[in-house]
């Protein structure tokens, strides 16, 4: 896969207001940290080439010595890297080695999990599984496996999307473990080792460990402040010509914004015309709290879609699944038998009585998730005032950004504190978004007040240790 070149009409974009943001620095010094911040952030993609220093130069208005001197700046802190004869390429200096998997650990009495974002079970989960278990004796003279899923269940999630306007046969509906399950299955089934996957970036941290782990390469396009960049994406796709495409519509995890049909469209346009399998991922649709996602548009046989009770009703409720057309799901039949036998039968009668009872519990959850954010982004403006938290439109979470690149550090600080958080790097690819954490808002208004304090204790300990300065070349290369 060649290395991606950045653009320098959308580097331009991305630095417009670098100069009144960095005005009490000098010019190359100013440019330095804004091309930094872009890197750190996620915002331009890590391996890719820059654009020449005189082309810079003209683009940002500025002399080729300014370009030269921050340039020589980030390749002196490690956040570029120059090769000979090919030119200028990001990168990100060495840091914590591994992927840590904040769900990797063992259950401490007062520890506060801020790292897992999923809601406890309600009394209509215990329901619908008293529900099932009076069905079940239908089905115990099969033998219980089955490589699409119970009946029930596929219609009922059919119904579902029917409800939104998206025709669907329950022939169309393949029952998996939960939606990393379902995932990981369409990676296994349609794509061979040594593909490129297109995802956008920050996503969800167990879609890029499986996408890494079935051998694949993942593709990064940057989010951009808000929406998605359509630009990128397409350009991206037609450059890589990847398989399959995984993105997070509605609501993305883990910013909490959503796709609209527009960019949905357009990107299923993208694929179509690279011949790629387009993945969307709306385990979180249902947890909005004010407008509904645009609805699902079918956009052809080469769209798939990811559904999921996890998030929505209770994360040990390991039920998901994926929409497809018939060829897709041929290929997940065929290909199922070595990864596992189905889903065992009483969690999908209990997922099926869930999605044809009563939706109250599910807006009453939705009502509950928009007061616990607003309390905690409250909390956190309150008492540490210079980390950002903007408003999602729904999900589970906050993205939050640090006034520095500290994310690790935070972690291991709050953990001394009987705090876990999943450090901003889990989402990205190469060791990108130091500068961000991921704080759920699922635990009850009490218990964020505690986490808010310890990670304002955390965050001031943090302030006090000095940091170590990078060793930098402050001279000007003529």
Do not use: C
């Not at 041929?330 to 969690?347: C, F, K, N, Q, T």
């Not at 060791?431 to 009850?444: D, E, I, M, S």
């Not at 009490?446 to 060793?471: C, G, N, Y």
Request: proline share 8%.
């Amino acid at each position: 896969m060649n290395a991606p070149i950045v653009n320098t009409v959308a580097l331009t974009r991305q630095l417009k207001d670098w100069r009144r943001s960095h005005a009490d620095e000098t010019a190359y010094r100013g440019l330095a940290e804004a091309l930094k911040r872009l890197v750190l952030d996620g915002r331009l993609p890590l391996d890719a080439r820059l654009p020449g220093e005189r082309r810079l130069a003209e683009a940002l208005g500025l002399s080729r010595i300014t370009v030269s001197s921050a340039l020589d700046r980030l390749r002196a802190d490690g956040f570029v890297v120059s090769r000979v004869g090919s030119g200028s390429f990001t990168a990100l200096p060495p840091g914590p080695a591994g992927r840590r998997d904040p769900l990797n650990h063992r259950d401490a009495a007062g520890v506060i999990d801020m790292a897992t974002a999923v809601m406890p079970a309600g009394p209509h989960v215990h329901a619908a599984y008293a529900h099932a278990l009076a069905s079940l004796p239908a089905h115990l003279p099969g033998h219980g496996y089955g490589p699409v899923g119970v009946t029930a269940l596929r219609l009922a999630v059919a119904k579902t999307y029917d409800a939104l306007g998206l025709k669907t046969s329950a022939d169309e509906i393949v029952v998996t473990a939960g939606a990393q399950n379902a995932l990981a299955l369409l990676l296994r089934s349609l794509a061979r080792p040594g593909d490129a996957v297109v995802i956008d970036h920050p996503t969800f941290h167990h879609a890029i460990d499986a996408i890494v782990r079935a051998g694949l390469k993942p593709a990064p396009v940057a989010l951009p402040s808000e929406g998605w960049d359509i630009e990128a994406l397409t350009a991206t796709i037609e450059r890589v010509r990847p398989r399959l495409i995984y993105l997070i519509g509605a609501h993305h995890n883990p910013t909490g914004r959503v796709m609209t049909a527009g960019e949905e469209a357009a990107i299923a346009a993208g694929a179509r015309r690279a011949g790629a399998i387009l993945i969307l991922d709306e385990t979180l649709r249902e947890l909005g709290f004010d407008a509904s996602p645009p609805p699902p548009v079918d956009h052809g046989d080469h769209v798939v879609r990811l559904g999921s009770m996890s998030k929505s009703w209770w994360g040990g409720l390991r039920i998901g699944w994926i929409r497809a057309a018939s060829g897709v799901v041929e290929a997940l039949v065929r290909s199922r038998a070595s990864m596992d036998l189905g889903v065992p039968i009483i969690e999908q009668l209990a997922a099926a009585a869930l999605l044809a009872g009563d939706p109250a519990p599910l807006d009453e959850r939705r009502r509950q998730l928009a007061a616990r954010e607003a309390h905690l982004r409250a909390r956190l403006a309150a008492s540490i005032p210079d980390w950002e938290a903007a408003r999602p439109a729904g999900g589970l979470s906050l993205w939050v950004g640090l006034p520095r690149p500290a994310s690790e550090a935070l972690a291991e600080a709050a953990a001394r504190l009987d705090v876990r958080i999943a450090p901003g790097a889990r989402f990205g690819v190469g060791g990108a978004f130091q500068r961000f954490v991921r704080l759920p808002f699922t635990l009850p208004e009490t218990e964020l007040d505690q986490a808010v304090d310890r990670l304002a204790k955390a965050w001031a300990l943090l302030d006090r240790k000095p940091r170590r300065t990078p060793p930098r070349n402050e001279g000007v290369v003529l």
